[in-house]
């Protein structure tokens, strides 16, 4: 199942590529600039390409040309703010080592993207960073300031393990963020084992996402989040989400807890396209940009996760009894 911010990410390049730029411009070059940085990652991409002009030419046959789609050369770099370092990106094909562009309307070969060490950042991350991009095609540059999502923490003991989610408990998961934050994803991950006629009667390692919440907001509290939730909707969810087979026998292992938090910039595009898509909003779907002298989306989340946590008895005894996963044969 896709994360929320991936499917912001879609609408976005959805509603820059068809209501607010054509690909084929009249007598101007646009940059286009797309990024997600995180601190936690050792390397951070960039893209950058453009809208160009043709008059008369085939859109289509254009947006596959990569001599035309890229800037053969440019600088990218991004600035600590705080400190004024500079950190030059590195023109790469991400092909080489093994990061291909989805298929699409544009060029899929080469993906050519903008490499930046995290490292060079030194050993604290820093809160903001500016991109800059120039070219000499370029009358003016291009550049973006974001806010960068960083010190997000699972916090521990919340919820206890071994995990108890007896029907009438209410299970709360907790977590650290820093101010930047504004929008979060918590999912939790059901790792099981599975076997059938299909499997030769060989155990399988499977497991089943349940998307707790997405588009959850930051609450009272600047720096803590949680949620609640009740035990029942567990088994609620397993219920719904599996097939019901007698040939199938399962043993529940352990669950995950994955949360991903954004910047203020995933926040703002939700807003925006909520109000227009509400009773008194229009048809189009509006454009969110935070490029300057350019369009794009340039902006920052982290992912962290607690992992392999186990179940109680409790929960296991409801799991293979109770009315809504019985049918489902775990053991």
Request: proline share 4%; aromatic share 10%.
């Amino acid at each position: 199942m896709k994360k929320v911010f991936e499917a912001i990410i879609i609408l976005l390049i959805v509603s820059s590529c068809e209501t607010d730029f054509n690909i084929e411009a009249s007598e101007k070059e646009i940059p286009v600039v797309y990024g997600v940085l995180n601190v936690s990652e050792p390397k951070q991409y960039i893209r950058v390409q453009r809208a160009f002009l043709s008059k008369g030419g085939n859109v289509a046959d254009l947006s596959k040309d990569p001599d035309i789609l890229y800037y053969s050369e440019g600088r990218a770099i991004l600035t600590v703010t705080g400190t004024g370092r500079t950190i030059l990106g590195k023109r790469i094909n991400t092909e080489d080592i093994g990061i291909k562009r989805d298929s699409g309307f544009f060029a899929e070969s080469p993906n050519i993207l903008y490499e930046f060490e995290t490292k060079e950042w030194l050993l604290t991350p820093p809160a903001k960073v500016n991109f800059t991009f120039e070219n000499e095609s370029l009358f003016k540059g291009v550049s973006a300031q974001i806010s960068l999502v960083k010190d997000l923490q699972l916090r521990e003991g919340v919820p206890s393990a071994p995990l108890n989610l007896g029907y009438d408990r209410v299970i709360t998961i907790g977590w650290n963020h820093s101010t930047e934050t504004k929008l979060f994803d918590l999912i939790m991950r059901i790792n099981y084992l599975e076997k059938s006629n299909k499997s030769n009667g060989i155990f399988l390692d499977k497991s089943v996402d349940w998307v707790l919440k997405d588009h959850l907001e930051v609450g009272s509290d600047p720096t803590k989040g949680s949620f609640s939730f009740k035990g029942i909707e567990f088994f609620k969810f397993l219920g719904s989400a599996l097939p019901i087979s007698s040939d199938i026998q399962r043993n529940l292992k352990s669950v995950d807890i994955l949360l991903t938090a954004g910047g203020t910039e995933f926040k703002e595009i939700l807003n925006l396209n909520q109000a227009n898509f509400g009773l008194t909003g229009s048809n189009s779907i509006p454009r969110y940009n935070n490029i300057e002298n350019g369009i794009g989306f340039l902006s920052s989340r982290m992912k962290v996760s607690r992992t392999d946590i186990p179940l109680s008895s409790v929960t296991l005894d409801s799991l293979r009894l109770g009315a809504h996963t019985r049918s489902l044969q775990f053991k």
